[in-house]
């Protein structure tokens, strides 16, 4: 029974190869990882909008604060708490993306080098030690009176890599076990089982923060111990990567990325100039070889940065670190969202996880829909689809984040944003996926690193730039200001694949 539960699964999921049921195992830890992550995230954002609700009342009014060190969540929908509330998160998220920046490009090379278990493990064990620092400072009032020493609960972070370093060492743990041809399929797999997870954690955690912050919190415990004894009987990848990957074949390793692309995607990848050379913009797998003329070709990859002056890769970066902001703003929406419909956060929870469900849609129907139809009805090769798509979800975002702060505050509107702006979803794992197809096996970790290091160059602004708006917004009385920000942002980023993406820059024939 369970062995075909497991072939189900690795048939629905596109996983094959001997290493399939180890596979299987790194995604039952990141299902763990993210349900156990979305399911503390409101109860935890109540704390905090606690911890300061009640630093503000003990001064203005003790009365309102009860015996158990909670105020009533609605006395707390007020500009003063909420600027405080706003601040808080904002410059905490700023210090905690401060040390995924200074240490994840270490511990990316020493996951290359020392392994992905040893790295995993020691990052998740200082993110459990923060989340109970962050919880004792919030019920201990006594002991922390000021809201702000949460933000020294980021300094364990400074010896694990950081919270956003999780997810990528798993999501290196799978590229050593799953060949490059399958790769783009598996991590749009993953991407739907995440929004799912997304969507179970968030809806669950909401309901029984109706019933106190206590249930959640310990559904969040639960989920960590079972993470932990998964973790102590992972096996390292690391000696698995260049085995079973044909990656470790050198013609492959020279194909050019795109070819590599459309043949992930099954497309004709034959295409030649009238000169007999290959007409593929020059980004290719043997960029890490020292020849002087090919790393003067056009603009080479180079090691020494994530995004180098190259005119393809720099409007695609652009994007990813828009997207990104946009990720990242998601997480205030919960205490914007409260402010602009003066609702609990529980509230919040029930109706912020559509979101979630609106993503799926697209990842699992709308875009593999849009992409076969644009193939076969309209004749266009996986080059010009990849950009209309990408120009799409760009132009979605903007415009759903436009009708977040824009629509009046009733719940229709805030569907049609979020709707309009799961459009969205399907950019992080196609731009992902050609990352990865730029690096050789042995430099994946320090990819993920360094992809960890642009999202984290992103989380810096996001904090801040939301608290400084929110304050701004609230005192000019235009409480959509955060959004309308990152509309703009989305639209730079459209601007720049209009006008700097086209299909013959990739082949003669896209």
């Known amino acids: 029974m369970i062995s075909r539960i497991l072939d189900f699964t690795s048939h629905s999921l596109g996983i ?23 399911g503390v995230t409101h109860p935890f954002m109540r704390l905090y909008e606690n911890a300061v609700c009640r630093a503000y009342f003990l001064t203005v009014d003790p009365s309102k604060v009860r015996l158990d060190g909670f105020v009533d969540e609605l006395e707390c929908k007020i500009d003063p708490v909420q600027t405080a509330v706003g601040s808080l998160n904002g410059w905490w998220s700023f210090i905690e993306s401060f040390s995924g920046l200074t240490v994840a490009n270490y511990f990316g090379r020493l996951a290359d080098r020392r392994g992905r278990k040893f790295v995993f493990s020691l990052n998740l064990g200082m993110f459990l030690i923060s989340f109970t620092l ?73 309901f029984l923060l109706q019933r106190g912050v206590f249930l959640p919190l310990g559904l969040g415990v639960f989920f960590a111990f079972l993470l932990i004894l998964g973790t102590a009987f992972l096996p390292e990848t690391l000696h698995l990567s260049s085995k079973n990957n044909i990656v ?19 497309a004709d990848s034959s295409s030649d100039d009238e000169d007999g050379h290959d007409d593929t913009f020059h980004l290719q797998r043997g960029i890490f070889v020292d020849d002087p003329a090919i790393s003067s070709r056009r603009g080479y990859f180079n090691m020494q940065r994530i995004f180098p002056p190259n005119p393809v890769l720099v409007p695609l970066g652009i994007a990813f670190y828009t997207y990104y902001f946009d990720v990242y703003l998601a997480y205030y929406a919960i205490q914007w969202v ?18 979630a469900g609106f993503r799926l849609l697209n990842i699992l129907v709308i875009f593999p829909f849009l992409s076969g ?3 076969r009805r309209l004749g266009w090769g996986a080059i010009q689809t990849e950009i209309t798509l990408t120009q799409i979800a760009c132009a979605a975002l903007a415009i759903g984040n436009f009708l977040i702060g824009a629509t009046p505050p009733t719940w229709h509107g805030l569907i049609l944003g979020l709707a309009v702006s799961s459009f969205g979803a399907s950019l992080q794992p196609l731009l992902r996926s050609l990352m990865i197809a730029l690096v050789r096996n042995d430099q994946i970790g320090q990819l993920m690193a360094g992809i960890t290091i642009i999202q984290t160059l992103c989380s810096l602004m996001v904090g801040p730039t939301y608290a400084q708006t929110l304050k701004m917004g609230l005192a000019m009385k235009v409480l959509g200001l955060p959004f309308y920000l990152d509309s703009a942002l989305q639209v730079v980023a459209l601007g720049c694949l209009l006008t700097s993406i086209r299909p013959e820059q990739f082949l003669k024939r896209g």
Not at 16 to 38: A, M, S
Not at 248 to 263: D, G, K, T
Request: aromatic content about 12%; some cysteine; overall charge negative.
């Open 373 to 375: 139809w644009f193939r």
């Open 248 to 266: 470790s074949n050198p013609e492959y390793q020279q194909a050019p990325l795109i070819e590599l692309v459309r043949h992930d995607l099954g």
């Open 338 to 355: 409260s402010i602009k419909y003066t609702w609990t956060i529980s509230t919040v929870g029930k109706i912020l996880p559509l979101s």
């Open 134 to 206: 962050q919880y004792a400072i919030c019920e201990y009032y006594h002991v922390f009176p000021d809201p702000r020493e949460l933000w020294l609960t980021t300094i364990p972070y400074f010896a694990g890599g950081g919270p956003k370093m999780l997810s990528p060492m798993l999501m290196v743990m799978l590229a050593d076990l799953v060949e490059e041809a399958e790769r783009t399929k598996l991590f749009m797999a993953i991407s739907a089982v995440q929004l799912t997870c997304e969507l179970i954690g968030s809806e669950a955690g909401a």
């Open 16 to 38: 094959g190869g001997k290493h399939q049921n180890l596979v299987l195992y790194i995604l039952l830890l990141l299902v763990l990882l993210d349900i156990g992550w979305w």
